[in-house]
């Protein structure tokens, strides 16, 4: 049986709109999808993309004020996306539908919709009381960030031995892969506290970690500007990254067109897009790139019916 992934639709002023409808008949081959999306926003959104909405294209009428203004930061489209962010979420968790896929959010539009989450993960962890993890990649590599959505300045100050320790070992649990490459803060990871001083908690939490699943599973830290160099990607296909940026700009620079977000260590399933909302090319008939959604939605049935 194709597994049922509700979908959350995004910025309506960005790009998911046009990827959800351009995308949908090849999805529609492998999975049963559910967007959750309000008929009338829909057929406004056709009719500006002047793409035809898909006869079998099912939605979750999620309720709300809309007005599509493409490109703008707006509080009423930060305001849906979240809403129909949290449709998906109680689909998957009434076990309604297997998984969910989310199209991007902007930021910036949360916050002017007074929704003080980040991002999608930041609402996850909350609303299941569980130390989701993000990761990014492709078959090739992927990336998971121990901070994610902080400003750099507090980064240093949220690196130690306890919560670092158990990220890996959840972060472990999840992929379940026996290398894992964890990476340092400072530049030439501190060249033995020359540069700082944070690698001595990222070692003693490598060291923790590995006499916890009693295996030397994690190796590190890594030293942060060879970390991603193509010699070290043949020894390490999954990575630890201490920072958003740190992990996310060699990734995106490689293989940004794939790459997917997935979720980790929760009671769901949630993938995701690599990319944001993309305002500067939305309906606009500029080629928009659909893989990442496609391979997104390919990773959310794996692990759906990984699951069953
Ligand atoms: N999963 C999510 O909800 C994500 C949301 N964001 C949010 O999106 C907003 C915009 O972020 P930006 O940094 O501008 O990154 P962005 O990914 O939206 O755009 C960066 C560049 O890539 C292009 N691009 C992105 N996706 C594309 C696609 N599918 N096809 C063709 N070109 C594409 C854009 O046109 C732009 O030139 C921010 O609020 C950011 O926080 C960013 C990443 C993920
Ligand atoms: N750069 C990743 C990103 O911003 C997506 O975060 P999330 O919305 O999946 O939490």
């Not at 003080?116 to 299941?128: A, I, P």
């Not at 649990?173 to 501190?190: C, E, Q, R, T, Y």
């Not at 990254?241 to 790459?259: E, I, R, T, V, W």
Request: proline residues 4%; hydrophobic residues 40%.
């Amino acid at each position: 049986m194709k597994p049922k992934i509700a979908i959350s639709i995004g910025d309506i002023n960005g790009i998911g709109i046009e990827i959800a409808l351009l995308s949908h008949e090849k999805i529609a081959k492998i999975c049963k999808p559910i967007y959750c999306i309000n008929k009338n926003l829909l057929k406004a959104a056709s009719k500006q993309l002047n793409i035809k909405i898909p006869k079998d294209f099912k939605t979750f009428e999620t309720k709300g004020d809309f007005e599509i203004k493409p490109g703008d930061v707006t509080k009423k489209s930060g305001k849906y996306s979240f809403d129909s962010f949290m449709d998906a979420i109680k689909l998957a968790d009434k076990k309604q539908v297997d998984a969910i896929c989310t199209l991007p959010i902007n930021k910036e539009a949360w916050s002017k919709a007074d929704i003080s989450y980040k991002g999608h993960t930041e609402v996850l962890r909350d609303y299941f009381g569980k130390n989701a993890i993000m990761m990014l990649g492709c078959k090739k590599m992927f990336v998971s960030l121990f901070t994610e959505h902080i400003p750099l300045k507090k980064v240093p100050k949220k690196i130690n031995v306890e919560d670092l320790t158990r990220f890996l070992i959840d972060f472990q649990k999840s992929v379940k892969s026996k290398k894992i490459g964890v990476l340092g803060l400072n530049p030439h990871a501190s060249d033995n506290g020359v540069l700082g001083n944070e690698e001595v908690e990222i070692f003693k939490a490598i060291k923790n970690a590995n006499k916890m699943l009693d295996e030397k599973i994690f190796t590190g830290p890594l030293v942060p500007d060879t970390a991603f160099s193509p010699m070290s990607r043949k020894n390490y296909k999954y990575f630890v990254a201490m920072y958003h940026d740190q992990g996310l700009a060699p990734l995106k620079a490689l293989y940004f067109d794939q790459s997917i977000n997935v979720s980790l260590n929760l009671p769901i399933i949630r993938t995701s897009v690599d990319h944001g909302t993309a305002f500067n090319i939305a309906y606009k008939n500029e080629k928009v790139n659909l893989k990442s959604y496609i391979n997104a939605i390919k990773e959310a049935i794996v692990l759906a019916n990984s699951k069953k």
